[in-house]
Every structure is written in C-alpha cells, then in structure tokens.
C-alpha cells in the first residue's frame, strides 16, 4: 500500500498572484527605506548616513533589477537609471572615506600631502553627491516604483504563472560567474578576478534578501556566509585601493610611501590567507531552496 506524500511537515507555498503581491510589497518597503535614509543624508552627509542610503538604493536596485519580466525592460531600466547614478556616487564617496579614516590611523611623517588630497575630493565628491540626492525626482520615482507594484498583479501579467521559474533562472545566472570564478581568486596576482567575485557576491547577497522576503524562508545561514565574503573581499579590494592612492601622490616622500606599502602588503597576505581559510572551510555552492 503507498503511502501519501507527507504535506503536513511544511507548509505549501503562495500561488503566484500572492508572490507577486509580496513581492509588490517587497519593492515598495525598499523604495520607502530609500526615501528615509535619502532625508537623513540630506540632514547630515557623514559616513554613517552615507553607508545607510548605500545600502538602501542597493536593496531597491535588486529588486528593480528583476522587474523587466513582469513590467517590460524599459520601463525597468527607467526605474534602474537614477538608482544605478546613486550607488556609483555613493560609492565613490565611501572608498575616499575609507581611504581617509585608514591613512588618519597611520603616523608616518610626510603624510600630510596624502590626507589634503583626499579631503578635497572628499569634500567635490559630497558636493556632488548632495546635488544629485536633491535633484533626485522622488515624485515621479514614487509613481514609477508604484506604478511598477500595481502592474505585478494585473491580470494580463503572463509572467505571473512562472514566478518561482523565473527567479530560480535570476538565482542561478547569479551564482555562474561566482562558480567560475572560485577557481581561480586564491592566487595573489589574480586582483581583478577578486574584485569581480566581490561584485558577484554582493548582487547574489541582496538578491538572496529578496527572496527572503518574498518566499518567508530563512536563509540567515547563506546570508551571513556571502556577507563574510563580501567583508574580506571587500577589505583586500580597499588595500588595492590604498596602494593605486599611494602611487598617484608624487608629492609623499618616498620613505613615507615605501613604509605605507609594506605595511598594506602585510595586511593583503593576513587578510588573502582568512580568505583562502574560508575558501577550504565554507565554500560558496549553489543553493535555491523554496
């Protein structure tokens, strides 16, 4: 006699429509984080609200990344446009105050050229990151993004039948050029391949947020394994942007520069051995569970 599927030890998934619907929901929590921490950057453009407002048009950036199939790629992409310009502004301010609190740690004599440096690009990068946060056109985001959430659940959305489909394909296209590049970032020489495994890391890391808030499963375990390697990945990707900083100030005396560099170059082997640690220990494997 055979026995009947066990359907009592976890509990079935949403239809669709209610993915989608979630999922809605989902996209418009993410554009209110954005606006509130847009206000509080307004208010005071220091490291803090800087690295918050990164991090929220980061997670609304997912989630606008994987609307084209519901909505349409254009109207998509006008959506992704304004954010995209956001993060690579707000990036570039976070790199110039990293730069600036890791040299003010140092004591090296002659540094003094260094720091003026990277204070007044400091101070043009904010200038222009707050231009641009106020000309940001919230209104019309705002009917964008809602506009997008109420065109998710319409009827005539085909594209609500493959939901769960279409972001297993959107998981596994992400993890592909993680899989591809594993191989190959243990090897001193390889900094690109390193710096391009830090960017695919950090997109499957929010896309992962995604679909935790979408689906309700935890997956608290995955996160908190791509945030560890989004953490070393990204402080071996600042050490080589401490040494291009060194290089490109003719002005440090070369005694200053040249104990600087050996001591980034300390801090690069320490930090590529965890690294390779975490490699052999937990390596990054694909994993897509409903």
């Known amino acids: 006699m055979s026995r009947a599927p066990d359907t009592q030890s976890r509990p079935a998934l949403p239809g669709s429509r209610q993915l989608l619907e979630v999922y809605g929901t989902c996209l418009l929590a993410r554009w209110d984080e954005l606006l509130r921490s847009r206000h509080q950057a307004l208010g005071c453009f220091d490291l803090e609200q800087i690295h918050d407002l990164r991090v929220a048009s980061r997670r609304l950036r997912s989630a606008v990344e994987q609307l084209g199939p519901f909505i349409g790629t254009e109207p998509a992409n006008r959506l992704r446009r304004p954010l995209r310009r956001l993060t690579r502004q707000l990036g570039h301010i976070r790199n ?3 730069a600036l609190v890791y040299f003010s740690d140092t004591d090296p004599a002659g540094l003094e050229p260094l720091l ?3 204070h007044g690009q400091r101070g043009q990068a904010a200038e222009q990151g707050l231009r641009l946060l106020q000309r940001f056109d919230c209104m019309k985001m705002e009917r964008r993004v809602r506009a997008a959430a109420a065109a998710l659940v319409t009827p005539d959305n085909i594209a609500s039948q493959g939901f769960l489909a279409l972001f297993s394909e959107r998981n596994l296209q992400l993890y592909r050029p993680i899989h591809d590049l594993l191989p190959l970032v243990s090897r001193p020489e390889m ?3 390193r710096h391009a495994l830090r960017i695919a890391v950090k997109k ?8 935790q808030d979408t689906l309700g499963s935890d997956r608290s375990i995955p996160l908190q394994l791509l945030r560890r390697y989004q953490t070393l990945l ?5 050490r080589q942007v401490f040494c291009e ?4 100030t003719p002005e440090l005396p070369e005694e200053c520069r040249l104990q600087l560099q050996q001591r980034i170059t300390r801090e690069q082997r320490k930090l590529l051995q965890r690294f390779c640690e975490l490699l052999q220990s937990r390596p990054l494997t694909y994993h897509f569970e409903l």
């Open 191 to 193: 900094i690109d391949e």
């Open 116 to 118: 003026n440096r990277l």
């Open 96 to 98: 110039l105050d990293e």
């Open 245 to 248: 900083l060194l290089q490109e």
């Open 234 to 238: 990204g402080d071996l990707n600042d």
């Open 204 to 211: 499957w890391r929010y896309f992962t947020e995604l679909l």
